[in-house]
């Protein structure tokens, strides 16, 4: 079994002290930074925007990992990349112009994802197959961090297994994964999995990194 790539989410950090947050993941093992955009129209939470996006490039070490929740992506997709995500998902249903927003990431020489939501069926992944280096299964509905993983996305990834057979495209789980239920999601094939509340509120974060990723 290849080992899953850890993007531990920032929703779930100090963000009074996130230079140190940035410096404890690279520390930690994580293999990735989750950043959690939201506009308090996709999803009931605000969080940030591109400011925080290039403030974080210019400190982290490791790519950061751009999920956005907002609103006709399409509108701040140009910022977005300039800020200097590496790689950039959102959620089709919130775009006019899906297709075009996954080519100006793509041309832009990042990674481009797909995001789907738990009550949304991974088969809509099908049109975008040709234009997509990753899929962001959410485990959970978008918001928060700290909610529990619902069961029923487990067979998603199977799912998205079929899809994506012989080509290049990486399965990303977002929302609810801890050490107790990412064996079960590693045994299913994903290649990476986002992690909020498993690393940040753990007792010993580098410790729960580690078990993450065994
Ligand atoms: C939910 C976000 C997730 C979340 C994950 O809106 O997209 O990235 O922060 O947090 P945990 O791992 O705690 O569920
Ligand atoms: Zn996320």
């Not at 002290?17 to 996709?42: P, R």
């Not at 088969?123 to 529990?148: A, E, R, T």
Request: include cysteine; aromatic fraction near 8%; proline fraction near 5%.
């Amino acid at each position: 079994m290849e080992t899953v790539k850890i993007s531990p989410s920032l929703l779930s950090a100090d963000w009074m002290n996130l230079e140190q947050e940035l410096k404890n993941l690279s520390a930690w093992g994580a293999d990735m930074v989750h950043c959690d955009v939201i506009d308090g129209l996709f999803a009931p939470n605000i969080t940030f925007g591109m400011p925080m996006i290039s403030a974080l490039k210019r400190k982290s070490k490791l790519p950061l990992d751009v999920h956005l929740m907002i609103v006709k992506p399409e509108r701040y997709i140009d910022k977005f990349i300039a800020a200097g995500s590496d790689t950039i998902a959102f959620h089709p249903e919130a775009s006019d112009k899906p297709l075009e927003v996954l080519d100006k990431i793509r041309k832009s020489g990042i990674k481009a994802g797909i995001a789907i939501n738990p009550d949304i069926s991974a088969s809509v992944v099908k049109q975008y197959l040709d234009n997509i280096d990753y899929i962001l299964l959410m485990g959970v509905f978008p918001g928060f961090g700290g909610q529990k993983f619902i069961p029923e996305v487990m067979d998603k990834i199977d799912e998205c297994k079929k899809y994506t057979v012989g080509r290049n495209i990486y399965i990303e789980l977002d929302g609810g994964v801890t050490v107790e239920n990412i064996g079960e999601m590693k045994r299913r094939g994903l290649n990476a999995a986002v992690a909020g509340n498993a690393v940040f509120a753990a007792a010993d974060p580098a410790g729960a990194v580690k078990m993450l990723k065994a």
